[in-house]
């Protein structure tokens, strides 16, 4: 038992300090499942945590790699689950919230960054999504706002006609061809489609 826990303890490649770094990363990173977005204050309907919204972006991410085989899609996903990280320290800011109020977002990468043992891989991914350096930041820019625009369309549906305004501010701030042609195609659709649209037999029960 004694040999087969020193074995262990040394194949992990972090040293006891850094594994606490990590824990408090990790604890830090499940703030995000109670930070909202805020956005939503001003719609008038929808709720959504900042983590929510990470997991479909990473899932809209995955989809363009495809559309965009010439992006490294391991980088892309990192950067989609990431890309609002900072927020557990900033909070969400919408656009409205931006007029009034200057984040160091900066300063949150260092702090979050510095002592994890990872943290200077992190930090530069953190920072290339932030300036939209390379074909895959721009591409994390494009699964963020087609997440919204996802979302808005949901709340188009049930109902919030408000919700529709917003839409031509988002496409503006699209990069890609196929972020461009996906959004059409998405608010061309219904959002209950995908389980209800062409599925008669499921809704009525046998006589």
Avoid at 96 to 110: D, G, S
């Amino acid at each position: 038992m004694l040999r087969e826990r020193f074995i262990l303890i040394h194949r992990h490649p972090f040293k006891r300090l850094e594994m606490h770094s990590v824990a408090d990363f990790l604890f830090e990173v499940g703030f995000l499942h109670k930070t909202p977005r805020t956005g939503y204050r001003f719609l008038g309907t929808g709720t959504e945590s900042v983590s929510e919204h990470s997991f479909r972006s990473a899932v809209i991410g995955y989809v363009l790699s495809k559309m965009r085989p010439d992006s490294d899609p391991f980088k892309l996903l990192v950067m989609c689950l990431f890309h609002d990280l900072t927020e557990a320290r900033t909070g969400d800011q919408n656009y409205v919230y931006k007029q009034y109020v200057a984040v160091n977002e900066t300063k949150a990468i260092e702090h979050l960054c510095e002592s994890l043992p990872f943290g200077h891989e992190l930090g530069k991914i953190l920072e290339e999504y932030k300036n939209r350096s390379s074909l895959e930041a721009q591409l994390a820019h494009d699964a963020d706002q087609l997440d919204l625009l996802l979302t808005l369309k949901e709340q188009k549906d049930m109902g919030n006609s408000h919700a529709d305004d917003w839409i031509p501010h988002l496409l503006k701030r699209l990069y890609s061809d196929e972020a461009r042609s996906l959004a059409q195609i998405i608010r061309r659709r219904d959002h209950k489609d995908w389980w209800f649209r062409d599925h008669e037999e499921w809704w009525t029960p046998d006589v």
